[in-house]
Protein backbone atom coordinates (compact mmCIF):
# COMPACT_ATOMS: atom_id res chain seq x y z
CA UNK A 1 0.00 0.00 0.00
CA UNK A 2 2.06 3.31 -1.41
CA UNK A 3 0.83 6.40 -2.68
CA UNK A 4 -2.55 8.54 -2.54
CA UNK A 5 -4.04 7.65 1.07
CA UNK A 6 -5.86 9.32 3.80
CA UNK A 7 -5.61 9.44 7.84
CA UNK A 8 -8.30 9.47 9.90
CA UNK A 9 -8.06 10.97 14.01
CA UNK A 10 -10.51 10.30 16.29
CA UNK A 11 -10.11 12.39 19.76
CA UNK A 12 -12.18 10.99 22.92
CA UNK A 13 -12.17 10.76 26.67
CA UNK A 14 -10.77 7.92 28.01
CA UNK A 15 -13.60 7.27 30.17
CA UNK A 16 -16.45 7.48 27.07
CA UNK A 17 -18.09 4.33 26.24
CA UNK A 18 -20.63 2.72 23.59
CA UNK A 19 -23.30 0.53 24.28
CA UNK A 20 -21.31 -0.40 28.24
CA UNK A 21 -17.96 -0.52 26.96
CA UNK A 22 -15.00 1.08 26.14
CA UNK A 23 -15.74 3.60 23.41
CA UNK A 24 -12.11 3.94 21.75
CA UNK A 25 -11.91 0.24 22.06
CA UNK A 26 -15.33 -0.53 20.69
CA UNK A 27 -13.79 2.20 17.59
CA UNK A 28 -10.89 -0.10 17.26
CA UNK A 29 -12.63 -3.50 17.14
CA UNK A 30 -15.37 -1.47 15.09
CA UNK A 31 -12.19 -0.56 12.97
CA UNK A 32 -10.87 -4.20 13.10
CA UNK A 33 -13.86 -6.01 11.49
CA UNK A 34 -13.98 -2.79 8.90
CA UNK A 35 -10.79 -4.39 6.91
CA UNK A 36 -8.36 -1.15 7.80
CA UNK A 37 -4.82 -2.30 7.44
CA UNK A 38 -4.28 -0.61 11.27
CA UNK A 39 -4.66 1.56 14.07
CA UNK A 40 -3.21 2.99 17.17
CA UNK A 41 -4.54 4.36 20.57
CA UNK A 42 -2.45 7.31 22.14
CA UNK A 43 -3.52 8.27 25.74
CA UNK A 44 -2.38 11.40 26.37
CA UNK A 45 -0.48 13.06 29.33
CA UNK A 46 -2.77 16.11 29.96
CA UNK A 47 -5.44 18.03 27.74
CA UNK A 48 -8.72 19.62 28.14
CA UNK A 49 -11.89 19.35 25.82
CA UNK A 50 -15.29 21.51 25.02
CA UNK A 51 -15.61 21.31 28.97
CA UNK A 52 -12.89 23.46 28.95
CA UNK A 53 -11.48 20.95 32.06
CA UNK A 54 -8.12 20.69 32.25
CA UNK A 55 -7.19 16.80 33.10
CA UNK A 56 -4.27 15.69 33.68
CA UNK A 57 -1.93 12.33 34.66
CA UNK A 58 0.29 13.86 37.00
CA UNK A 59 0.00 12.94 41.19
CA UNK A 60 -1.42 16.16 42.50
CA UNK A 61 -4.36 15.72 40.32
CA UNK A 62 -4.88 12.54 39.08
CA UNK A 63 -7.93 11.99 36.06
CA UNK A 64 -9.87 9.38 34.88
CA UNK A 65 -11.22 10.85 31.84
CA UNK A 66 -7.23 11.86 30.25
CA UNK A 67 -7.96 12.49 26.51
CA UNK A 68 -7.24 9.48 23.97
CA UNK A 69 -6.00 9.89 20.37
CA UNK A 70 -7.55 6.87 17.29
CA UNK A 71 -5.23 7.45 14.57
CA UNK A 72 -5.90 5.60 10.96
CA UNK A 73 -4.12 5.59 8.20
CA UNK A 74 -5.47 3.73 5.36
CA UNK A 75 -6.23 3.90 1.13
CA UNK A 76 -9.49 6.42 0.73
CA UNK A 77 -12.16 3.86 -0.06
CA UNK A 78 -11.59 2.20 3.34
CA UNK A 79 -10.99 4.98 5.24
CA UNK A 80 -14.38 6.52 4.04
CA UNK A 81 -16.06 2.90 4.28
CA UNK A 82 -14.65 3.18 8.14
CA UNK A 83 -16.15 6.71 8.91
CA UNK A 84 -19.62 5.44 8.14
CA UNK A 85 -19.12 2.76 10.66
CA UNK A 86 -17.74 4.93 13.64
CA UNK A 87 -18.81 8.54 13.16
CA UNK A 88 -22.17 7.27 14.97
CA UNK A 89 -20.16 5.59 17.77
CA UNK A 90 -18.54 9.79 18.68
CA UNK A 91 -21.44 11.54 20.35
CA UNK A 92 -18.83 13.50 22.05
CA UNK A 93 -15.14 14.33 20.69
CA UNK A 94 -13.64 15.42 17.47
CA UNK A 95 -12.99 13.91 14.05
CA UNK A 96 -10.14 15.08 11.57
CA UNK A 97 -9.62 13.65 7.98
CA UNK A 98 -6.97 14.64 5.30
CA UNK A 99 -5.02 13.71 2.63
CA UNK A 100 -1.64 11.54 2.89
CA UNK A 101 1.28 10.57 1.20
CA UNK A 102 1.86 6.66 1.78
CA UNK A 103 5.74 6.29 1.11
CA UNK A 104 5.72 2.67 2.09
CA UNK A 105 3.67 0.04 4.73
CA UNK A 106 4.87 -3.80 5.26
CA UNK A 107 4.39 -5.71 8.61
CA UNK A 108 5.99 -8.78 9.68
CA UNK A 109 3.16 -11.11 8.40
CA UNK A 110 4.35 -9.89 4.53
CA UNK A 111 7.58 -11.96 5.62
CA UNK A 112 6.36 -14.47 7.65
CA UNK A 113 9.76 -16.63 7.85
CA UNK A 114 11.16 -17.57 11.49
CA UNK A 115 14.68 -17.04 10.13
CA UNK A 116 16.14 -16.62 13.40
CA UNK A 117 14.62 -20.40 14.44
CA UNK A 118 17.20 -23.23 14.67
CA UNK A 119 16.11 -25.70 11.83
CA UNK A 120 16.12 -28.45 14.38
CA UNK A 121 12.81 -26.74 15.52
CA UNK A 122 10.74 -27.26 12.41
CA UNK A 123 12.82 -30.25 10.83
CA UNK A 124 11.13 -34.39 10.42
CA UNK A 125 12.77 -36.19 12.83
CA UNK A 126 11.39 -39.64 11.75
CA UNK A 127 13.15 -39.87 8.33
CA UNK A 128 13.09 -43.19 6.42
CA UNK A 129 16.84 -43.70 4.98
CA UNK A 130 18.91 -46.67 3.20
CA UNK A 131 22.19 -47.88 3.32
CA UNK A 132 25.16 -47.60 0.65
CA UNK A 133 24.49 -51.73 0.21
CA UNK A 134 20.81 -51.44 -0.64
CA UNK A 135 20.15 -52.02 -4.70
CA UNK A 136 19.17 -49.08 -6.88
CA UNK A 137 15.80 -51.08 -7.46
CA UNK A 138 14.96 -51.76 -3.97
CA UNK A 139 15.26 -47.76 -3.36
CA UNK A 140 12.76 -47.82 -5.90
CA UNK A 141 10.41 -49.69 -4.69
CA UNK A 142 10.88 -47.98 -1.30
CA UNK A 143 9.86 -44.61 -2.85
CA UNK A 144 7.53 -45.70 -4.75
CA UNK A 145 5.12 -46.77 -2.21
CA UNK A 146 5.80 -43.16 -0.18
CA UNK A 147 4.97 -38.96 -0.50
CA UNK A 148 8.53 -38.01 -0.37
CA UNK A 149 10.78 -37.71 -3.55
CA UNK A 150 14.18 -38.63 -1.95
CA UNK A 151 15.97 -40.74 1.00
CA UNK A 152 19.32 -40.34 2.61
CA UNK A 153 21.94 -42.41 2.18
CA UNK A 154 23.90 -43.91 5.90
CA UNK A 155 26.52 -45.37 7.30
CA UNK A 156 26.29 -47.98 10.20
CA UNK A 157 27.40 -44.82 12.55
CA UNK A 158 23.86 -42.98 10.96
CA UNK A 159 26.56 -40.41 9.21
CA UNK A 160 25.02 -39.28 5.81
CA UNK A 161 27.12 -40.00 2.92
CA UNK A 162 24.70 -39.34 0.63
CA UNK A 163 21.39 -38.74 -0.87
CA UNK A 164 18.75 -39.97 -3.81
CA UNK A 165 16.47 -38.17 -5.85
CA UNK A 166 14.38 -38.40 -8.63
CA UNK A 167 17.69 -37.78 -10.85
CA UNK A 168 19.78 -40.33 -9.57
CA UNK A 169 17.31 -42.68 -10.01
CA UNK A 170 16.51 -41.47 -13.91
CA UNK A 171 20.64 -42.84 -14.04
CA UNK A 172 19.59 -45.61 -12.73
CA UNK A 173 17.55 -46.59 -15.15
CA UNK A 174 14.18 -45.85 -14.59
CA UNK A 175 12.40 -44.60 -16.99
CA UNK A 176 9.82 -41.81 -15.50
CA UNK A 177 9.80 -39.89 -13.03
CA UNK A 178 8.63 -41.21 -9.59
CA UNK A 179 5.40 -39.12 -9.46
CA UNK A 180 4.61 -40.72 -12.89
CA UNK A 181 5.58 -44.60 -11.46
CA UNK A 182 3.28 -43.87 -8.67
CA UNK A 183 -0.08 -43.45 -11.07
CA UNK A 184 0.85 -46.71 -13.61
CA UNK A 185 -1.11 -49.81 -12.80
CA UNK A 186 0.32 -52.51 -11.45
CA UNK A 187 1.90 -54.19 -14.57
CA UNK A 188 3.08 -50.99 -15.90
CA UNK A 189 5.28 -50.50 -12.81
CA UNK A 190 6.58 -54.18 -12.96
CA UNK A 191 7.04 -53.29 -16.50
CA UNK A 192 9.55 -50.28 -14.92
CA UNK A 193 11.08 -52.12 -12.40
CA UNK A 194 12.50 -54.28 -15.27
CA UNK A 195 14.29 -51.27 -16.27
CA UNK A 196 16.24 -50.36 -13.30
CA UNK A 197 19.56 -52.12 -12.94
CA UNK A 198 19.31 -54.87 -10.14
CA UNK A 199 23.32 -54.61 -10.08
CA UNK A 200 23.86 -51.48 -9.15
CA UNK A 201 23.54 -50.28 -5.58
CA UNK A 202 22.35 -47.00 -3.52
CA UNK A 203 26.33 -46.22 -2.50
CA UNK A 204 26.97 -46.24 -6.87
CA UNK A 205 23.98 -44.11 -7.89
CA UNK A 206 23.69 -41.61 -5.13
CA UNK A 207 24.55 -38.12 -5.03
CA UNK A 208 27.38 -37.39 -2.74
CA UNK A 209 28.61 -36.02 -0.93
CA UNK A 210 25.39 -34.87 0.68
CA UNK A 211 24.51 -31.48 1.31
CA UNK A 212 23.73 -31.45 4.87
CA UNK A 213 22.96 -28.31 7.44
CA UNK A 214 23.87 -28.51 11.47
CA UNK A 215 20.30 -28.46 13.47
CA UNK A 216 21.48 -25.50 15.22
CA UNK A 217 21.75 -23.79 11.99
CA UNK A 218 19.29 -20.49 11.84
CA UNK A 219 16.40 -21.24 8.85
CA UNK A 220 17.07 -18.38 6.98
CA UNK A 221 20.96 -19.23 6.41
CA UNK A 222 19.33 -23.22 5.75
CA UNK A 223 16.31 -21.56 2.80
CA UNK A 224 19.28 -19.53 1.84
CA UNK A 225 21.26 -22.81 0.79
CA UNK A 226 18.35 -24.49 -1.14
CA UNK A 227 17.60 -21.66 -3.09
CA UNK A 228 21.07 -20.95 -4.03
CA UNK A 229 22.00 -24.96 -4.68
CA UNK A 230 18.43 -25.48 -6.32
CA UNK A 231 17.48 -28.26 -3.49
CA UNK A 232 13.60 -29.05 -1.98
CA UNK A 233 15.16 -30.98 0.65
CA UNK A 234 18.48 -31.42 3.07
CA UNK A 235 19.89 -33.87 5.66
CA UNK A 236 20.04 -32.29 8.89
CA UNK A 237 23.20 -33.18 10.89
CA UNK A 238 24.10 -33.23 14.55
CA UNK A 239 27.44 -32.41 15.85
CA UNK A 240 29.07 -35.44 14.96
CA UNK A 241 27.77 -35.68 10.87
CA UNK A 242 24.97 -38.51 12.48
CA UNK A 243 21.34 -37.69 10.79
CA UNK A 244 18.37 -36.40 13.12
CA UNK A 245 16.41 -35.00 10.64
CA UNK A 246 14.89 -33.82 7.32
CA UNK A 247 14.22 -30.34 6.32
CA UNK A 248 11.58 -29.86 3.10
CA UNK A 249 10.65 -26.56 1.37
CA UNK A 250 7.16 -28.03 2.83
CA UNK A 251 8.60 -27.98 6.22
CA UNK A 252 10.08 -24.39 6.30
CA UNK A 253 6.27 -22.78 3.93
CA UNK A 254 4.31 -24.57 7.36
CA UNK A 255 7.01 -22.60 9.34
CA UNK A 256 6.35 -19.53 7.65
CA UNK A 257 2.30 -20.27 7.92
CA UNK A 258 2.67 -20.82 11.72
CA UNK A 259 1.96 -24.63 11.55
CA UNK A 260 3.85 -26.96 13.88
CA UNK A 261 6.80 -29.36 12.64
CA UNK A 262 5.18 -31.72 9.66
CA UNK A 263 5.88 -35.08 9.12
CA UNK A 264 8.11 -36.39 6.06
CA UNK A 265 6.58 -34.98 2.98
CA UNK A 266 3.21 -35.93 4.08
CA UNK A 267 1.33 -32.47 5.17
CA UNK A 268 -1.16 -31.62 2.62
CA UNK A 269 0.36 -29.40 2.23
CA UNK A 270 12.58 -16.57 -6.21
CA UNK A 271 11.78 -13.44 -5.91
CA UNK A 272 10.52 -11.32 -2.80
CA UNK A 273 7.37 -9.77 -2.91
CA UNK A 274 4.28 -9.14 -0.50
CA UNK A 275 1.39 -10.17 -3.10
CA UNK A 276 1.04 -13.42 -6.18
CA UNK A 277 1.14 -10.54 -8.44
CA UNK A 278 4.43 -10.03 -7.30
CA UNK A 279 5.93 -12.92 -7.61
CA UNK A 280 4.06 -15.33 -9.97
CA UNK A 281 5.51 -15.83 -14.03
CA UNK A 282 3.41 -14.62 -16.70
CA UNK A 283 4.66 -17.72 -18.40
CA UNK A 284 1.87 -20.31 -17.68
CA UNK A 285 1.84 -23.71 -19.51
CA UNK A 286 -1.65 -23.93 -21.17
CA UNK A 287 -3.35 -26.03 -23.45
CA UNK A 288 -6.98 -25.83 -24.72
CA UNK A 289 -10.00 -28.36 -23.50
CA UNK A 290 -10.00 -29.92 -26.89
CA UNK A 291 -6.31 -30.06 -27.28
CA UNK A 292 -4.83 -34.14 -27.84
CA UNK A 293 -2.54 -35.88 -26.36
CA UNK A 294 0.01 -34.84 -29.11
CA UNK A 295 -0.41 -31.00 -28.27
CA UNK A 296 -0.55 -32.28 -24.46
CA UNK A 297 3.03 -34.03 -24.67
CA UNK A 298 4.14 -31.13 -27.24
CA UNK A 299 3.69 -28.73 -24.33
CA UNK A 300 5.33 -30.59 -21.84
CA UNK A 301 8.83 -31.40 -23.82
CA UNK A 302 9.10 -27.97 -25.20
CA UNK A 303 8.90 -25.86 -21.99
CA UNK A 304 10.45 -29.02 -19.92
CA UNK A 305 7.76 -29.01 -17.42
CA UNK A 306 5.54 -31.72 -15.45
CA UNK A 307 2.24 -29.67 -15.87
CA UNK A 308 -0.08 -27.78 -17.70
CA UNK A 309 -2.79 -25.68 -17.53
CA UNK A 310 -5.88 -26.71 -19.06
CA UNK A 311 -8.21 -23.45 -20.29
CA UNK A 312 -11.78 -22.92 -21.84
CA UNK A 313 -13.27 -21.37 -24.67
CA UNK A 314 -13.32 -17.93 -22.59
CA UNK A 315 -9.36 -19.15 -21.40
CA UNK A 316 -10.19 -19.07 -18.02
CA UNK A 317 -8.46 -22.52 -16.03
CA UNK A 318 -10.63 -25.58 -15.53
CA UNK A 319 -7.95 -27.79 -15.13
CA UNK A 320 -4.33 -28.92 -14.51
CA UNK A 321 -2.56 -32.45 -16.50
CA UNK A 322 0.47 -33.62 -14.95
CA UNK A 323 2.62 -36.00 -16.10
CA UNK A 324 0.90 -38.38 -13.96
CA UNK A 325 -2.63 -37.79 -15.16
CA UNK A 326 -1.14 -38.78 -18.68
CA UNK A 327 -0.03 -41.94 -17.92
CA UNK A 328 -2.85 -42.94 -15.54
CA UNK A 329 -5.78 -42.20 -18.25
CA UNK A 330 -4.77 -43.09 -21.28
CA UNK A 331 -5.52 -46.44 -22.57
CA UNK A 332 -2.94 -49.08 -21.74
CA UNK A 333 -2.01 -49.38 -25.50
CA UNK A 334 -0.78 -45.63 -25.69
CA UNK A 335 0.42 -45.72 -22.41
CA UNK A 336 3.68 -47.46 -23.63
CA UNK A 337 4.37 -44.39 -25.98
CA UNK A 338 3.26 -41.95 -23.48
CA UNK A 339 5.78 -43.09 -20.90
CA UNK A 340 8.66 -43.48 -23.89
CA UNK A 341 8.03 -39.84 -25.00
CA UNK A 342 8.43 -38.51 -21.31
CA UNK A 343 11.15 -40.56 -20.56
CA UNK A 344 13.07 -39.50 -24.49
CA UNK A 345 11.59 -36.02 -23.77
CA UNK A 346 10.54 -36.60 -27.79
CA UNK A 347 7.60 -36.80 -29.24
CA UNK A 348 7.16 -40.94 -30.46
CA UNK A 349 6.22 -41.54 -34.55
CA UNK A 350 3.52 -43.91 -33.01
CA UNK A 351 1.69 -41.31 -31.04
CA UNK A 352 -1.59 -40.53 -33.49
CA UNK A 353 -3.90 -37.28 -32.89
CA UNK A 354 -7.77 -37.97 -31.89
CA UNK A 355 -6.47 -40.29 -29.17
CA UNK A 356 -7.32 -38.07 -26.44
CA UNK A 357 -8.17 -35.09 -25.44
CA UNK A 358 -7.34 -32.49 -22.21
CA UNK A 359 -10.89 -32.60 -21.12
CA UNK A 360 -10.35 -36.72 -20.34
CA UNK A 361 -7.26 -36.36 -18.89
CA UNK A 362 -6.87 -33.32 -16.47
CA UNK A 363 -7.89 -32.95 -12.51
CA UNK A 364 -10.43 -30.63 -12.72
CA UNK A 365 -9.36 -29.00 -9.04
CA UNK A 366 -7.30 -26.20 -10.15
CA UNK A 367 -5.88 -23.77 -7.22
CA UNK A 368 -6.61 -20.21 -8.34
CA UNK A 369 -6.22 -17.00 -6.33
CA UNK A 370 -6.35 -13.31 -7.54
CA UNK A 371 -3.42 -11.04 -8.00
CA UNK A 372 -3.48 -9.36 -4.87
CA UNK A 373 -3.51 -12.97 -2.13
CA UNK A 374 -0.54 -12.12 0.20
CA UNK A 375 2.48 -14.20 0.61
CA UNK A 376 0.51 -15.77 4.07
CA UNK A 377 -2.92 -16.03 2.84
CA UNK A 378 -1.18 -18.25 -1.00
CA UNK A 379 0.68 -20.29 1.82
CA UNK A 380 -1.95 -21.38 3.73
CA UNK A 381 -4.08 -22.09 0.62
CA UNK A 382 -1.42 -24.26 -0.83
CA UNK A 383 -0.58 -25.87 2.38
CA UNK A 384 -4.40 -26.69 3.05
CA UNK A 385 -5.44 -27.98 -0.41
CA UNK A 386 -1.98 -30.16 -0.64
CA UNK A 387 -0.50 -28.40 -4.14
CA UNK A 388 2.26 -27.59 -5.47
CA UNK A 389 1.08 -24.61 -7.66
CA UNK A 390 -1.20 -21.81 -7.70
CA UNK A 391 -2.79 -20.15 -11.24
CA UNK A 392 -3.02 -16.59 -11.14
CA UNK A 393 -6.11 -15.26 -12.55
CA UNK A 394 -7.50 -11.25 -12.93
CA UNK A 395 -11.27 -10.55 -12.62
CA UNK A 396 -12.12 -12.31 -15.63
CA UNK A 397 -10.74 -15.53 -14.13
CA UNK A 398 -8.64 -15.34 -16.86
CA UNK A 399 -4.77 -17.07 -15.94
CA UNK A 400 -1.77 -14.38 -15.75
CA UNK A 401 0.26 -16.15 -13.97
CA UNK A 402 1.69 -19.27 -11.80
CA UNK A 403 3.40 -19.55 -8.63
CA UNK A 404 5.42 -22.49 -7.41
CA UNK A 405 6.20 -23.96 -3.82
CA UNK A 406 9.85 -23.01 -4.49
CA UNK A 407 8.70 -19.35 -5.37
CA UNK A 408 6.69 -18.94 -2.17
CA UNK A 409 10.14 -20.66 -0.21
CA UNK A 410 11.87 -17.60 -1.60
CA UNK A 411 9.79 -14.92 -1.20
CA UNK A 412 9.28 -16.07 3.25
CA UNK A 413 12.72 -14.38 2.89
CA UNK A 414 13.34 -10.56 3.68
CA UNK A 415 14.56 -8.78 0.49
Known sequence: MTGHGQRLVIYVGESDSWRGRSLYMSILETLRKSGIAGATVTRGL????????????????????????????????NIQRALALVKPMVREGL????????????????????????????????????????????????????????????????RVVGIITDDDLLKAGMPVRLAVGQRLETADVQALLANVSRDRTAGEIMSGPAVTVPQEAALGHVVQEMLKRGLKRLPVVDGKGRLVGMVSRLDVLRAAAGYGAGQQETAPLPRPGHT??????????????????????????????????????????????????????VTSAMRGSVLQALAARVLGKDLRRGDALA?????ERVLTAAPDT??????????????????????????????????????????
Open 359 to 363: RDIMS
Open 276 to 329: LADLASAQVPSVNLNDDLVDILRQMLATDVTYVVVLDEQQQPVGVITEGDLVAR
Open 374 to 415: TLPDAIALMLNEGRKRIVVVDGEGHAVGIVSRQTLLAATLED
Open 46 to 77: AGFGAHSLIHTQTIERLSTDLPVMITVVDAEE
Open 95 to 158: MTLEDVEIVTYTHRYLHPLPADEPVQSIMTRDVVTVTPDVRAVEVVELLLGKLFKAVPVVDEGR
